[in-house]
């Protein structure tokens, strides 16, 4: 079993920044590719960033590209969102996913899911 820890989340001004992390454990990290992903009030899940095992391949959303960057630390087994220039619409709960792959890839189908961390972006 894999286990997600998030954190790092909290209340931001609107054009301020934070970084979230997300712990795992349980299994080799490596052998995950990680996404982030988030989920306003009232609406769906939706992807927001991923990142291969090795960290050379990254996709994000549209509407955070330029300003969130996901990065990996293996030595950690860790996974970071920085999120800069925040705005009031990237308000809610942010979750970490983990999918197990076996080349260094991202097929977004993922196994393992965090409890995710509250992120308010206010005025």
């Known amino acids: 079993q894999v286990q997600l820890v998030e954190s790092g989340g909290g209340l931001v001004q609107a054009g301020g920044s934070l970084r979230l992390s997300c712990a795992a454990s349980g299994r080799t990290f490596s052998s995950f590719a990680l996404g982030w992903f988030r989920q306003a009030p009232g609406k769906e899940r939706e992807f927001v960033a991923a990142i291969s095992w090795s960290g050379s391949l990254t996709f994000y959303a549209d509407s955070v590209k330029g300003r969130f960057t996901i990065s990996r630390d293996n030595a950690k087994n860790t996974v970071y969102l920085e999120m800069n220039s925040l705005k009031l619409e990237d308000t809610a709960v942010y979750f970490c996913?983990?999918?197990?792959?076996?080349?260094?890839?991202?097929?977004?189908?993922?196994?393992?899911w965090g409890q995710g961390t509250q992120v308010t972006v206010s005025s």
């Open positions: 996913a983990a999918e197990v792959v076996n080349r260094d890839y991202v097929y977004h189908e993922y196994d393992y």
